[in-house]
Nanobody, 119 residues
Framework: VQLVESGGGLVQPGGSLRLSCAYTPSWSCMGWFRQAPGRGREEVAR???????TYADSVKGRFTISQDNAENIVYLQMNSLKPEDTAMYYC?????????????????WGQGTQVTVSS
């Protein structure tokens, strides 16, 4: 099992970033979480393969989670970024064959990628 995240960085308010998470061997659901200093971990978005996506209220309309099945990659497109989006972002996954729900806890986690929104 391997989760590889990429795409974080520094961006100005109103800007965009796209995070990528590559998972091997194959997945049934994946999610993006974030944690800012001094705050708890927050689920940002979740995708259940061939089924549905869910989003935190704080990012609805701005973030989009999507999948590239050919490459086993899940993306998080983040638009209209705000300073309060600044956090370490983590990718998480459940392996293929697991029954996923919008509430299932994730077993496998990446090491995180930093997103900083600042002028």
């Amino acid at each position: 099992v391997q989760l590889v995240e990429s795409g974080g960085g520094l961006v100005q308010p109103g800007g965009s970033l796209r995070l990528s998470c590559a998972y091997t061997p194959s997945w049934s659901c994946m999610g993006w979480f974030r944690q800012a200093p001094g705050r708890g971990r927050e689920e940002v978005a979740r995708i259940i393969k061939y089924d549905r996506t869910t989003y935190a209220d704080s990012v609805k309309g701005r973030f989009t989670i999507s999948q590239d099945n050919a490459e086993n990659i899940v993306y998080l497109q983040m638009n209209s970024l705000k300073p309060e989006d600044t956090a370490m972002y983590y990718c998480a996954a459940e392996p293929a064959g697991v029954y996923c729900t919008p509430w299932r806890a994730f077993t496998y986690w990446g090491q995180g990628t930093q997103v900083t929104v600042s002028s």
